[in-house]
């Protein structure tokens, strides 16, 4: 697991909470780790009704012998020694999500930024590279 990442982070509190799984911008979900591939699983389950509540033994079991069943089951682990209020929880759990559309942001102005050092920036693309540039400067 990679602990720092945004997607640990947003898993662990989507597994105190499955009904946040609906707040997550899916298309921004890194699908490279197993913390990302879970995430969505949880997402797809909740948005499809097929989990049989939001107890955490229930999400459990519902993964049990998938191929997520060990990381969900790593972090449930940790869930139960930590502590803090539900506001607490909440708080990360939309500094996350802000912190997703900053790193998307970056990255679309990273990819725009090559394209105009490599001299194939489009006249378009100049037009949405200055206004990604004021967006992240705002």
Do not use: M, Y
Not at 8 to 29: G, M, N, S
Not at 112 to 129: P, Q, Y
Request: hydrophobic share 45%.
């Amino acid at each position: 697991p990679a602990p720092n990442s945004l997607e640990h982070t947003l898993l662990l509190t989507v597994l105190r909470r499955p009904e946040r799984a609906d707040r997550l911008p899916l298309d921004l979900i890194a699908r490279a780790s197993a913390e990302g591939e879970a995430l969505l699983a949880v997402a797809d389950a909740v948005e499809h009704d097929a989990l049989p509540g939001t107890n955490l033994g229930l999400l459990l079991e519902h993964f049990r012998a998938s191929p997520h069943q060990e990381i969900i089951a790593l972090l449930a682990a940790q869930l139960e020694t930590d502590t803090g209020d539900e506001g607490e929880h909440e708080t990360v759990f939309t500094d996350a999500i802000e912190r997703l559309h900053a790193r998307a942001l970056r990255r679309r102005i990273d990819d725009l930024n090559a394209k105009a050092r490599a001299g194939t920036l489009s006249a378009d693309e100049r037009r949405t590279l200055a206004e990604l540039l004021a967006r992240k400067s705002a």
